[in-house]
């Protein structure tokens, strides 16, 4: 059972991050997993056109963060302790980005998930990244 609404999570992502609140849209929430839409304007390209590696690695950290929030409840203070990010090919053009994120161990300290990261409406996997982040103790 999740702790999180898609729209307590945004309203969460405006507070705590309102630089970049915007960019990102959560379509889904379950058990252990979340659905997120980047989306893709012109500060998000690279040259050639495409979305920057930045802005991708930016969706799989914020996917499993809101994840990881629906899960525990609002904790501003869950950090990413570890990433390994896998770019596996070009992203449409100024096309949003869509993540499915799932916490795969969701520990006391530590939550483990992974990223399938496509440009939308296209089934080819754009990246898929691993993240842990370290859960702050409760006071």
């Known amino acids: 059972m999740t702790k999180m609404t898609i729209d307590e999570l945004h309203a969460f992502l ?3 991050f309102p630089q970049v609140a915007a960019d990102f849209a959560v379509e889904e929430v379950g058990d252990l997993q979340i659905r997120v839409r980047m989306l893709i304007a ?3 390209l690279r040259p050639g056109g495409t979305v920057s590696g930045p802005s991708i690695f ?6 499993i963060y809101l994840g990881l929030l629906a899960e525990i409840g609002p904790e501003a203070l869950a950090v990413t302790t570890n990433c390994s990010i896998d770019f596996m090919r070009k992203p449409a053009a100024a ?3 869509v ?3 799932r916490i795969l ?6 939550a483990v998930g992974d990223v399938l990261i496509r440009s ?3 089934p080819a ?3 898929r990244a691993s993240l842990t982040y370290s859960i702050p103790p409760r006071r």
């Open 42 to 44: 012109d500060r998000h």
């Open 105 to 110: 161990k969701l520990g006391r300290v530590l």
């Open 95 to 97: 096309t949003d980005l």
């Open 14 to 16: 405006h507070e705590a």
């Open 120 to 122: 939308a409406g296209d």
């Open 99 to 101: 993540a499915e994120a």
């Open 58 to 63: 930016a969706l799989a950290d914020v996917a």
């Open 125 to 127: 996997p754009v990246a």
